[in-house]
């Protein structure tokens, strides 16, 4: 599929979570922000919270991300944030 | 035979240090081995975060950012010195207390130590300027212990008690080499710009926020970076030590037992040379 995204979190304690997705919703302080492919090169301050990501067309993901940063640049998400913990689904 | 029955305790209680080296070795090699795994993972964060600092800031626009604006007064500086936790590691403790003493002798500003490692409290307290101690940083730093730093160094530097944050640590240059260096953490460098011009980027929610995040990111990564490579060298440094005083110990239990062994034999000489002594008077006695 063209309309995927690369998506990374990084944690400072070693987490790694590297994944194809097609929509990343990042909390940061005004409410979040939703990525789809082909996003204008972008940084956000991401608050502690919930992030939310689309696999495909059903699936989703959820991480309870810790304070940090998240960059946008050419259909490639990376997240460096202070904690990263994968969530059950709801 | 007091001197055979000395050797023995001697053999013994060098064969007693000889397993508590060991296992000390095996201790740091342990220790060694976890806190350079985390190095290697927390890695690609304080690379990223570096770069993409240098990324987002203009270098004309130094005032953007408090942890980042340098002031033109420096007229206090705090070096953080990164000890050890405990000695038995060489010269890895007093080389750098030794070194930080320099500093500070060519220190012509306002100067304080905040030390991190419950080392030598008595030899370091009087030689250097300390006004704070953190002494719970595990042999094993976690990330919750970094940022307990981090935040003290931020809230000393923007409160303006100290107009430069410097580190000083041993430097792991390799399993047998750490070299006493610093590294100036506040206010914040900026690293040359890598290649291509400054793109359009949105900055979400705004420009200063995310600024402030990068930054963030970018001490408390660096702090914990530098509390992890303190804490290599130490294991490393007391491996080594460790090892060439098991080594040592090796050697003198060889020599003590080489000794133990004339001992015993000239005692045993000596009984025969007695004896046959004894015999021959007696034969002697009785061919008069």
Redesign the interface.
């Given at each position: 599929m063209e309309d995927k995204i690369k998506l990374s979190i990084?944690?400072?304690?070693?987490d790694?979570i590297d994944r194809q997705v097609s929509y990343v919703n990042i909390p940061?302080?005004?409410g979040s922000?939703g990525v789809l492919s082909g996003h204008?090169?972008?940084?956000?301050?991401?608050v502690p919270g919930v992030l939310r990501v689309r696999f495909g067309q059903e699936e989703t993901g959820r991480f309870r991300v810790g304070?940090?940063?998240a960059?946008v640049e050419h259909n490639e998400v990376?997240v460096?944030v202070?904690?990263a913990q994968a969530l059950e689904n709801e | 035979m007091a001197n055979t029955r000395a050797l023995k305790a001697r053999v013994a209680s060098a064969e007693g240090i000889l397993q508590i080296t060991k296992s000390m070795k095996m201790a740091s090699a342990a220790k060694l081995r976890r806190v350079q795994?985390?190095k290697a993972?927390?890695g690609?964060?304080a690379r990223?975060?570096r770069r993409?600092l240098a990324q987002?800031l203009p270098a004309e626009e130094p005032g953007a950012l408090p942890l980042l604006a340098g002031r033109d007064e420096k007229k206090r500086v705090c070096y953080v010195l990164l000890i050890g936790n405990r000695g038995l590691c060489g010269a890895y403790n007093s080389a750098l207390v030794k070194y930080t003493e320099g500093l500070l002798r060519r220190e012509s500003r306002q100067a304080e130590v905040a030390v991190c490692g419950s080392w030598g409290r008595e030899s370091v307290e009087p030689v250097l300027p300390v006004c704070r101690r953190f002494d719970r940083i595990g042999d094993v730093p976690?990330?919750e212990e970094?940022?307990e730093l981090a935040a003290w160094i931020k809230e000393r530097y923007s409160s303006g008690a100290a107009d430069e944050i410097v580190f000083v640590y041993q430097r792991y240059d390799s399993f047998l080499k750490q070299t006493p260096c610093t590294l100036s953490l506040l206010p914040l460098s900026r690293e040359s710009r890598e290649g291509q011009a400054e793109?359009?980027?949105?900055?979400?929610?705004d420009r200063e926020?995310?600024l402030?995040?990068?930054a963030?990111?970018c001490v408390?990564?660096t702090v914990?970076d530098l509390l992890l490579e303190a804490r290599c060298g130490e294991h490393a440094a007391r491996m080594a030590s460790m090892t060439s005083a098991a080594d040592n110990t090796e050697e003198l239990i060889a020599k003590l037992n080489l000794a133990l062994n004339h001992a015993r034999q000239a005692a045993v000489t000596t009984e025969i040379t007695e004896i046959a002594g004894g015999a021959e008077a007696l034969k002697e006695l009785k061919d008069r």
């Open positions: 990084v944690s400072q304690e070693g790694r940061t302080a005004f922000v204008a090169p972008m940084l956000c301050a991401v304070a940090g940063i960059n990376t460096l202070a904690s | 795994a985390a993972k927390l690609p964060v990223e975060s993409l987002a976690t990330a970094a940022g793109e359009m980027r949105i900055f979400e929610p926020s995310v402030t995040a990068l963030e990111l408390n990564s914990y």
